[in-house]
Nanobody, 123 residues
Framework: QVQLVESGGGLAQAGGSLRLSCAAS????????MAWFRQAPGKDREFVAR????????YYADFLKGRFTISRDNGKGTVYLQMNSLKPEDTAVYYC????????????????WGQGTQVTVSS
């Protein structure tokens, strides 16, 4: 089992940046595909970005249009989400998730979840 703890959320102005971190503990971090999802009030949880075990391949939701970057440091057991050019519609609770096998873009594929970190973007 792996435990995930997100940090780095907060309040940002439109056009600004935030960097989220997700620290993993427990099992070997490099054995897990990692992803970020988000959930805005009254909406379903949606896929944001994911990264393979070694970090060699990344995938992003189409709506991001290059504004966010996912990365990982297996030595530190941490996955990051750099968020640039933030928009008010990016306001949500952001969750990191881990899966030892396929991963993918569906939330139900992920076995382990953090508690989430709130990101609020003001206009």
């Amino acid at each position: 089992q792996v435990q995930l703890v997100e940090s780095g959320g907060g309040l940002a102005q439109a056009g600004g940046s935030l960097r989220l971190s997700c620290a993993a503990s427990g099992r070997t971090f490099s054995n897990y595909r990692m992803a970020w999802f988000r959930q805005a009030p009254g909406k379903d949880r949606e896929f944001v970005a994911r990264i393979t075990w070694t970090g060699g391949t990344t995938y992003y939701a189409d709506f991001l249009k290059g504004r966010f970057t996912i990365s990982r440091d297996n030595g530190k057991g941490t996955v990051y989400l750099q968020m640039n050019s933030l928009k008010p519609e990016d306001t949500a609770v952001y969750y990191c998730a881990a899966d030892p096998s396929y991963g993918g873009s569906r939330a139900e594929n992920y076995d382990y979840w953090g508690q989430g970190t709130q990101v609020t973007v003001s206009s």
